[in-house]
């Protein structure tokens, strides 16, 4: 006996919205229409349980545990010392003779207390903790 395309997705039937059936089974709606009719099941309904919240609302009110993953996560506080990963030129280095004149840090080079803390908030894409935990 030769079956159809929408055989394999009889158990749906009346489980979810035809409309759904008909993309799984890459047929047309009006053939889940038919098809479930003959078999005598009735359409799928929505209920109260299935019908979803409107977006933000899917969690329910939001609480306090909620509001705090929100917020930004505490500053990681400066290591005492950091190595440098990557050349680059600092534009602004506040430190030395002539602060405010560019700087060139060199990867290797490792610096400590208020140089550490400065590159750690400024530059903390090419600085690591140093030495490495």
């Avoid at 008909?22 to 009735?42: F, G, N, P, Y």
Wanted: one cysteine or more.
């Amino acid at each position: 006996m030769a079956t159809s395309k929408i055989d394999d997705f009889a158990d749906l039937l009346g489980g979810m919205p035809d409309e759904q059936v008909a993309d799984l089974a890459d047929v047309a709606v009006s053939t889940v229409k038919r098809w479930r009719a003959k078999l005598d099941i009735a359409p799928y309904e929505v209920s109260e349980q299935d019908d979803p919240l409107p977006p933000g609302l899917a969690e329910g009110p939001p609480t306090e545990d909620s509001l705090d993953a929100e917020r930004e996560p505490e500053p990681v506080p400066a290591p005492p010392c950091v190595k440098v990963t990557a050349k680059r030129r600092v534009a602004s280095w506040p430190f030395g003779w002539a602060p405010n004149v560019p700087h060139h840090l060199g990867r290797g080079d490792v610096y400590s207390g208020e140089r550490a803390a400065w590159l750690w908030e400024h530059h903390r894409d090419i600085c690591v903790p140093f030495p490495p935990a």
